[in-house]
Protein backbone atom coordinates (compact mmCIF):
# COMPACT_ATOMS: atom_id res chain seq x y z
CA UNK A 1 0.00 0.00 0.00
CA UNK A 2 3.00 2.65 1.23
CA UNK A 3 4.77 1.44 -2.39
CA UNK A 4 1.71 2.33 -4.29
CA UNK A 5 0.80 5.44 -2.62
CA UNK A 6 4.51 6.58 -3.13
CA UNK A 7 4.31 5.76 -6.88
CA UNK A 8 0.91 7.96 -7.35
CA UNK A 9 2.52 10.64 -5.53
CA UNK A 10 5.75 10.45 -7.96
CA UNK A 11 3.96 10.34 -11.05
CA UNK A 12 1.35 13.46 -9.87
CA UNK A 13 5.21 15.61 -9.09
CA UNK A 14 6.16 14.36 -12.15
CA UNK A 15 3.22 15.24 -14.34
CA UNK A 16 2.75 18.92 -12.66
CA UNK A 17 6.64 18.93 -13.06
CA UNK A 18 6.21 18.30 -16.63
CA UNK A 19 3.30 20.75 -17.30
CA UNK A 20 4.74 23.65 -15.61
CA UNK A 21 7.92 23.15 -17.56
CA UNK A 22 6.01 22.72 -20.71
CA UNK A 23 3.87 25.39 -19.78
CA UNK A 24 6.80 28.04 -19.67
CA UNK A 25 8.22 26.47 -22.93
CA UNK A 26 5.65 27.01 -24.47
CA UNK A 27 5.44 30.84 -23.32
CA UNK A 28 9.45 31.14 -24.16
CA UNK A 29 8.47 30.30 -27.62
CA UNK A 30 5.53 31.61 -28.73
CA UNK A 31 7.11 35.23 -29.46
CA UNK A 32 9.18 33.40 -31.94
CA UNK A 33 6.50 31.63 -33.62
CA UNK A 34 3.83 34.49 -34.03
CA UNK A 35 6.43 36.24 -35.27
CA UNK A 36 7.17 33.27 -37.83
CA UNK A 37 3.68 32.70 -38.37
CA UNK A 38 3.24 36.89 -39.10
CA UNK A 39 5.89 36.82 -41.74
CA UNK A 40 3.71 35.30 -43.46
CA UNK A 41 1.02 37.36 -43.35
CA UNK A 42 -0.69 39.95 -45.53
CA UNK A 43 -0.63 43.66 -44.56
CA UNK A 44 -4.45 43.61 -43.83
CA UNK A 45 -4.09 40.56 -42.10
CA UNK A 46 -1.30 41.65 -40.14
CA UNK A 47 -3.56 44.30 -38.73
CA UNK A 48 -6.66 42.39 -37.99
CA UNK A 49 -7.90 42.61 -34.81
CA UNK A 50 -8.58 41.01 -32.74
CA UNK A 51 -4.65 39.10 -34.08
CA UNK A 52 -4.27 35.75 -35.24
CA UNK A 53 -2.08 33.29 -35.01
CA UNK A 54 -1.93 31.56 -38.52
CA UNK A 55 -2.46 33.15 -41.59
CA UNK A 56 -5.60 33.41 -43.65
CA UNK A 57 -6.13 34.01 -47.19
CA UNK A 58 -9.20 35.08 -48.41
CA UNK A 59 -11.29 32.74 -50.63
CA UNK A 60 -11.97 33.14 -54.20
CA UNK A 61 -14.23 31.48 -56.64
CA UNK A 62 -14.72 31.96 -60.47
CA UNK A 63 -18.57 32.69 -61.43
CA UNK A 64 -20.51 32.24 -64.60
CA UNK A 65 -20.71 35.69 -66.37
CA UNK A 66 -17.34 37.26 -64.80
CA UNK A 67 -13.54 37.11 -66.28
CA UNK A 68 -11.75 36.79 -62.95
CA UNK A 69 -12.95 34.99 -59.98
CA UNK A 70 -14.80 36.78 -57.09
CA UNK A 71 -14.16 36.66 -53.44
CA UNK A 72 -16.28 34.81 -50.90
CA UNK A 73 -18.47 36.46 -47.86
CA UNK A 74 -20.64 36.06 -45.38
CA UNK A 75 -24.09 37.59 -45.53
CA UNK A 76 -27.18 37.17 -43.69
CA UNK A 77 -29.89 35.68 -45.85
CA UNK A 78 -33.46 35.02 -44.16
CA UNK A 79 -31.71 35.15 -40.87
CA UNK A 80 -28.77 32.73 -41.93
CA UNK A 81 -25.73 32.84 -42.50
CA UNK A 82 -24.51 32.08 -46.77
CA UNK A 83 -21.59 32.69 -48.35
CA UNK A 84 -21.95 34.73 -51.44
CA UNK A 85 -19.41 36.38 -53.73
CA UNK A 86 -18.59 40.01 -54.24
CA UNK A 87 -19.53 41.15 -57.71
CA UNK A 88 -19.76 45.08 -57.24
CA UNK A 89 -18.51 47.20 -54.43
CA UNK A 90 -18.66 50.74 -53.78
CA UNK A 91 -21.91 51.41 -54.40
CA UNK A 92 -23.83 54.09 -53.14
CA UNK A 93 -27.25 53.58 -51.76
CA UNK A 94 -29.62 56.39 -50.41
CA UNK A 95 -32.22 56.24 -47.67
CA UNK A 96 -34.95 58.16 -48.67
CA UNK A 97 -38.67 58.93 -47.34
CA UNK A 98 -41.88 61.08 -48.05
CA UNK A 99 -41.51 64.38 -46.01
CA UNK A 100 -44.64 64.37 -43.85
CA UNK A 101 -43.75 60.57 -43.03
CA UNK A 102 -40.25 59.82 -42.43
CA UNK A 103 -40.68 56.64 -40.61
CA UNK A 104 -41.81 55.46 -44.18
CA UNK A 105 -38.41 54.66 -45.78
CA UNK A 106 -36.95 53.13 -49.20
CA UNK A 107 -33.38 52.28 -50.54
CA UNK A 108 -32.43 53.17 -54.00
CA UNK A 109 -29.13 53.82 -55.74
CA UNK A 110 -28.25 57.65 -56.08
CA UNK A 111 -28.41 56.87 -59.89
CA UNK A 112 -31.95 55.43 -60.15
CA UNK A 113 -33.46 58.73 -58.48
CA UNK A 114 -33.84 62.37 -60.46
CA UNK A 115 -33.71 65.37 -58.13
CA UNK A 116 -37.73 66.67 -58.46
CA UNK A 117 -38.59 69.86 -61.45
CA UNK A 118 -34.88 69.12 -62.67
CA UNK A 119 -31.28 69.61 -62.03
CA UNK A 120 -31.46 73.08 -62.77
CA UNK A 121 -34.72 74.11 -60.63
CA UNK A 122 -35.04 71.39 -57.84
CA UNK A 123 -37.86 71.61 -55.89
CA UNK A 124 -37.29 71.61 -52.08
CA UNK A 125 -39.41 71.78 -48.67
CA UNK A 126 -38.83 72.64 -45.34
CA UNK A 127 -38.97 69.62 -42.79
CA UNK A 128 -38.13 70.05 -38.84
CA UNK A 129 -37.42 73.45 -39.46
CA UNK A 130 -34.62 72.60 -42.39
CA UNK A 131 -34.85 72.99 -45.92
CA UNK A 132 -34.32 69.36 -47.83
CA UNK A 133 -34.46 68.73 -51.55
CA UNK A 134 -36.93 66.27 -53.04
CA UNK A 135 -36.37 63.57 -55.45
CA UNK A 136 -38.25 61.85 -57.48
CA UNK A 137 -38.23 57.65 -56.33
CA UNK A 138 -39.95 54.90 -58.29
CA UNK A 139 -42.01 53.65 -55.56
CA UNK A 140 -44.29 50.59 -56.61
CA UNK A 141 -44.76 52.46 -60.61
CA UNK A 142 -45.44 55.62 -59.11
CA UNK A 143 -42.95 58.52 -58.95
CA UNK A 144 -43.53 59.77 -55.42
CA UNK A 145 -41.07 62.80 -54.18
CA UNK A 146 -38.77 62.08 -51.36
CA UNK A 147 -36.14 63.46 -49.06
CA UNK A 148 -32.84 62.44 -48.80
CA UNK A 149 -32.49 61.10 -45.16
CA UNK A 150 -29.02 58.86 -45.28
CA UNK A 151 -27.01 57.48 -47.65
CA UNK A 152 -23.86 54.84 -47.27
CA UNK A 153 -21.90 52.82 -49.40
CA UNK A 154 -22.92 48.95 -50.22
CA UNK A 155 -21.45 46.47 -52.09
CA UNK A 156 -23.34 44.10 -54.74
CA UNK A 157 -23.18 40.08 -53.49
CA UNK A 158 -24.40 37.72 -56.04
CA UNK A 159 -25.27 33.61 -55.03
CA UNK A 160 -22.42 31.42 -56.99
CA UNK A 161 -24.90 29.40 -57.64
CA UNK A 162 -27.41 31.62 -59.31
CA UNK A 163 -25.97 34.89 -60.25
CA UNK A 164 -29.61 36.31 -60.54
CA UNK A 165 -30.01 36.49 -56.76
CA UNK A 166 -28.88 39.75 -55.82
CA UNK A 167 -27.90 41.06 -52.24
CA UNK A 168 -26.57 44.80 -51.06
CA UNK A 169 -24.80 44.79 -47.73
CA UNK A 170 -21.97 46.99 -46.62
CA UNK A 171 -18.92 45.25 -47.52
CA UNK A 172 -16.59 46.56 -44.46
CA UNK A 173 -18.84 45.14 -41.89
CA UNK A 174 -19.18 41.44 -44.23
CA UNK A 175 -16.83 38.80 -43.10
CA UNK A 176 -14.92 37.44 -45.67
CA UNK A 177 -14.69 33.94 -46.44
CA UNK A 178 -11.16 32.61 -45.44
CA UNK A 179 -8.89 29.61 -45.36
CA UNK A 180 -5.23 29.08 -43.51
CA UNK A 181 -2.71 30.24 -45.88
CA UNK A 182 0.62 31.88 -46.07
CA UNK A 183 2.68 34.16 -48.33
CA UNK A 184 6.29 32.89 -48.89
CA UNK A 185 6.80 35.67 -51.22
CA UNK A 186 7.00 38.32 -48.43
CA UNK A 187 10.76 36.77 -48.05
CA UNK A 188 11.23 37.35 -51.86
CA UNK A 189 9.77 40.75 -51.77
CA UNK A 190 12.18 41.82 -48.82
CA UNK A 191 14.84 40.57 -49.95
CA UNK A 192 14.43 42.79 -53.46
CA UNK A 193 13.14 45.33 -51.55
CA UNK A 194 16.72 46.06 -49.22
CA UNK A 195 19.31 43.75 -51.31
CA UNK A 196 19.17 42.07 -48.47
CA UNK A 197 20.68 38.65 -50.57
CA UNK A 198 23.82 41.06 -50.32
CA UNK A 199 23.85 41.78 -46.87
CA UNK A 200 22.82 37.79 -46.37
CA UNK A 201 25.97 37.47 -48.06
CA UNK A 202 28.43 39.88 -46.69
CA UNK A 203 26.79 38.65 -42.76
CA UNK A 204 27.46 34.86 -43.62
CA UNK A 205 31.30 36.04 -44.96
CA UNK A 206 31.74 37.96 -41.77
CA UNK A 207 30.68 35.49 -39.35
CA UNK A 208 32.44 32.77 -41.22
CA UNK A 209 35.92 34.29 -41.07
CA UNK A 210 35.69 35.84 -37.46
CA UNK A 211 34.60 32.33 -36.60
CA UNK A 212 37.63 30.87 -38.17
CA UNK A 213 39.87 33.21 -36.84
CA UNK A 214 39.19 33.24 -33.06
CA UNK A 215 39.65 29.70 -33.22
CA UNK A 216 43.16 29.92 -35.18
CA UNK A 217 44.24 32.50 -32.49
CA UNK A 218 42.17 30.91 -29.68
CA UNK A 219 43.76 27.53 -29.88
CA UNK A 220 47.47 28.65 -30.52
CA UNK A 221 47.15 31.00 -27.48
CA UNK A 222 45.44 28.51 -25.10
CA UNK A 223 48.21 26.24 -25.88
CA UNK A 224 51.05 28.39 -25.07
CA UNK A 225 49.56 29.65 -22.09
CA UNK A 226 48.74 26.34 -21.08
CA UNK A 227 51.79 24.06 -22.37
CA UNK A 228 54.87 26.25 -23.29
CA UNK A 229 56.81 27.92 -20.39
CA UNK A 230 58.31 31.49 -20.88
CA UNK A 231 59.04 33.91 -18.68
CA UNK A 232 55.73 36.22 -17.55
CA UNK A 233 53.61 33.64 -18.94
CA UNK A 234 51.19 33.87 -15.73
CA UNK A 235 51.45 37.72 -15.74
CA UNK A 236 50.85 38.27 -19.22
CA UNK A 237 47.77 35.75 -19.50
CA UNK A 238 46.17 37.72 -16.37
CA UNK A 239 46.46 40.97 -18.01
CA UNK A 240 45.10 39.58 -21.78
CA UNK A 241 42.07 38.24 -19.73
CA UNK A 242 41.62 41.36 -17.86
CA UNK A 243 41.13 42.86 -21.03
CA UNK A 244 37.16 40.81 -20.82
CA UNK A 245 36.52 43.14 -17.96
CA UNK A 246 36.67 46.46 -20.57
CA UNK A 247 33.54 47.97 -21.44
CA UNK A 248 33.12 47.97 -25.26
CA UNK A 249 31.99 51.09 -25.41
CA UNK A 250 35.17 52.22 -23.95
CA UNK A 251 37.38 51.00 -26.87
CA UNK A 252 35.02 52.79 -29.72
CA UNK A 253 36.73 55.56 -30.27
CA UNK A 254 40.48 54.29 -29.88
CA UNK A 255 39.63 51.51 -32.59
CA UNK A 256 37.35 53.76 -35.33
CA UNK A 257 40.83 55.97 -34.58
CA UNK A 258 42.76 53.21 -35.95
CA UNK A 259 39.98 51.88 -38.27
CA UNK A 260 40.70 55.45 -39.90
CA UNK A 261 44.49 55.53 -39.65
CA UNK A 262 44.40 52.12 -41.66
CA UNK A 263 41.83 53.13 -44.09
CA UNK A 264 39.66 50.24 -43.12
CA UNK A 265 36.48 52.74 -42.48
CA UNK A 266 33.14 51.43 -44.93
CA UNK A 267 34.83 48.05 -45.57
CA UNK A 268 34.17 44.41 -44.43
CA UNK A 269 37.83 43.82 -43.46
CA UNK A 270 36.97 46.64 -40.14
CA UNK A 271 34.40 44.18 -39.49
CA UNK A 272 36.47 40.75 -39.56
CA UNK A 273 39.89 41.89 -38.37
CA UNK A 274 39.43 43.35 -34.85
CA UNK A 275 37.68 40.49 -33.83
CA UNK A 276 39.71 37.30 -34.59
CA UNK A 277 41.01 38.31 -31.37
CA UNK A 278 39.80 36.75 -28.47
CA UNK A 279 40.21 36.62 -24.90
CA UNK A 280 37.67 34.79 -23.65
CA UNK A 281 38.33 32.43 -26.70
CA UNK A 282 42.03 32.14 -24.91
CA UNK A 283 40.54 31.70 -21.63
CA UNK A 284 38.35 29.32 -22.42
CA UNK A 285 40.88 26.84 -24.55
CA UNK A 286 43.72 27.43 -22.20
CA UNK A 287 41.30 25.49 -19.44
CA UNK A 288 40.25 22.88 -21.50
CA UNK A 289 44.34 21.80 -22.47
CA UNK A 290 45.97 22.01 -19.17
CA UNK A 291 43.03 18.81 -18.55
CA UNK A 292 44.73 16.65 -20.99
CA UNK A 293 47.75 14.93 -19.37
CA UNK A 294 51.36 15.62 -20.04
CA UNK A 295 52.16 12.13 -20.91
CA UNK A 296 50.66 11.69 -23.61
CA UNK A 297 52.51 15.26 -24.81
CA UNK A 298 55.88 14.02 -23.05
CA UNK A 299 55.27 10.79 -25.28
CA UNK A 300 54.86 11.98 -28.75
CA UNK A 301 57.71 14.88 -27.99
CA UNK A 302 60.09 11.37 -27.35
CA UNK A 303 58.50 9.81 -30.61
CA UNK A 304 59.31 13.06 -32.49
CA UNK A 305 56.45 14.96 -32.79
CA UNK A 306 56.79 18.80 -32.95
CA UNK A 307 54.52 21.00 -31.01
CA UNK A 308 52.53 21.79 -33.93
CA UNK A 309 52.19 18.08 -34.60
CA UNK A 310 50.94 17.56 -31.13
CA UNK A 311 48.34 20.36 -31.17
CA UNK A 312 47.26 19.67 -34.70
CA UNK A 313 46.85 15.72 -34.48
CA UNK A 314 46.37 15.24 -30.84
CA UNK A 315 44.58 18.14 -28.93
CA UNK A 316 42.47 19.31 -31.62
CA UNK A 317 40.54 16.09 -32.52
CA UNK A 318 40.09 15.98 -28.75
CA UNK A 319 38.82 19.02 -27.89
CA UNK A 320 35.69 19.00 -30.45
CA UNK A 321 33.15 19.50 -27.89
CA UNK A 322 35.34 23.11 -26.79
CA UNK A 323 35.96 24.08 -30.45
CA UNK A 324 31.85 23.46 -30.65
CA UNK A 325 31.05 25.84 -27.59
CA UNK A 326 33.45 28.39 -28.93
CA UNK A 327 32.26 28.39 -32.53
CA UNK A 328 28.96 28.62 -31.49
CA UNK A 329 29.73 31.50 -28.84
CA UNK A 330 31.55 33.56 -31.91
CA UNK A 331 28.84 32.96 -34.68
CA UNK A 332 26.32 33.89 -32.26
CA UNK A 333 28.10 37.61 -31.20
CA UNK A 334 29.46 37.94 -35.03
CA UNK A 335 26.11 37.03 -36.83
CA UNK A 336 24.13 39.77 -34.37
CA UNK A 337 26.95 42.23 -34.08
CA UNK A 338 25.39 45.46 -34.74
CA UNK A 339 26.74 48.82 -33.14
CA UNK A 340 30.43 48.29 -34.21
CA UNK A 341 29.04 47.45 -38.40
CA UNK A 342 26.79 50.79 -37.49
CA UNK A 343 29.81 53.04 -36.66
CA UNK A 344 32.08 51.43 -39.09
CA UNK A 345 29.81 51.13 -42.03
CA UNK A 346 27.86 54.19 -43.89
CA UNK A 347 24.22 53.25 -43.82
CA UNK A 348 24.26 54.45 -47.73
CA UNK A 349 26.99 51.44 -48.69
CA UNK A 350 24.33 48.95 -49.16
CA UNK A 351 27.24 46.85 -50.92
CA UNK A 352 28.57 46.60 -47.70
CA UNK A 353 26.18 46.32 -45.36
CA UNK A 354 25.13 43.67 -42.73
CA UNK A 355 22.12 42.16 -41.64
CA UNK A 356 21.71 43.52 -38.57
CA UNK A 357 22.05 47.42 -40.59
CA UNK A 358 19.80 46.40 -43.35
CA UNK A 359 17.04 45.54 -41.05
CA UNK A 360 17.71 48.82 -39.46
CA UNK A 361 17.30 50.46 -42.96
CA UNK A 362 14.06 48.19 -43.77
CA UNK A 363 12.09 49.20 -40.32
CA UNK A 364 12.00 52.33 -41.98
CA UNK A 365 11.20 51.46 -45.67
CA UNK A 366 8.61 49.07 -44.39
CA UNK A 367 7.11 50.82 -41.19
CA UNK A 368 3.38 50.20 -42.46
CA UNK A 369 3.91 46.26 -43.78
CA UNK A 370 5.18 44.67 -40.46
CA UNK A 371 4.62 41.17 -42.17
CA UNK A 372 7.78 42.44 -44.38
CA UNK A 373 9.73 43.35 -41.04
CA UNK A 374 9.20 40.50 -39.35
CA UNK A 375 10.13 38.32 -42.50
CA UNK A 376 13.37 40.35 -42.43
CA UNK A 377 13.61 39.48 -39.20
CA UNK A 378 13.33 35.70 -39.23
CA UNK A 379 15.81 35.43 -42.00
CA UNK A 380 18.40 36.93 -39.11
CA UNK A 381 17.19 34.86 -36.41
CA UNK A 382 17.00 31.69 -38.05
CA UNK A 383 20.89 30.42 -39.03
CA UNK A 384 21.92 31.36 -35.57
CA UNK A 385 18.79 29.46 -33.88
CA UNK A 386 19.58 26.56 -36.32
CA UNK A 387 23.77 26.75 -35.00
CA UNK A 388 22.32 27.09 -31.62
CA UNK A 389 20.57 24.05 -31.56
CA UNK A 390 23.17 21.63 -33.10
CA UNK A 391 26.22 23.28 -30.95
CA UNK A 392 23.93 23.09 -27.33
CA UNK A 393 25.21 19.65 -26.96
CA UNK A 394 28.48 20.22 -26.43
CA UNK A 395 28.18 22.97 -24.08
CA UNK A 396 27.73 20.62 -21.35
CA UNK A 397 30.03 18.56 -22.35
CA UNK A 398 32.55 21.34 -23.08
CA UNK A 399 32.25 22.74 -19.42
CA UNK A 400 32.79 19.33 -17.85
CA UNK A 401 35.56 18.50 -19.46
CA UNK A 402 37.30 22.15 -19.18
CA UNK A 403 36.49 22.90 -15.65
CA UNK A 404 38.52 24.98 -13.29
CA UNK A 405 42.40 23.67 -13.17
CA UNK A 406 45.03 25.84 -13.63
Known amino acids: MKIQSYRLLRFISNFFLYFLLTFFALVMIFPFLYMLATSFKTPADTFRYPPRMLPQNAVTLAVDGYDEPLPLYYVDVDG ?104 PENYTEVIELNNMARALTNTALVTILVVLGQLVTS ?21 YLGTVMIPFVMLIVPLYQLMVLIGWTDRLAALIIPWIFSAYGTFLMRQHFITFPKEIEEAALIDGASRLQILRKILI ?41 ALNVLRGRASDTPNLILAGAAIAIIPPLIVFIFGQRFFVESVASSGVKG
Open 219 to 239: VVGGYAFARLKFPGRDTVFVF
Open 80 to 183: QQAEYALAKSNIKIGTYAPADNLTATVDRRLTEVKPTGGATNQQKVTVNGKEEKLFDVDLDGQIVPMILVSQTTVGEFIDPKNPETKIFQNVRLSEPVESVGGH
Open 317 to 357: PASVPALATQATFTFLYAWNSFFWPLVIINVGNEKNHVLTL
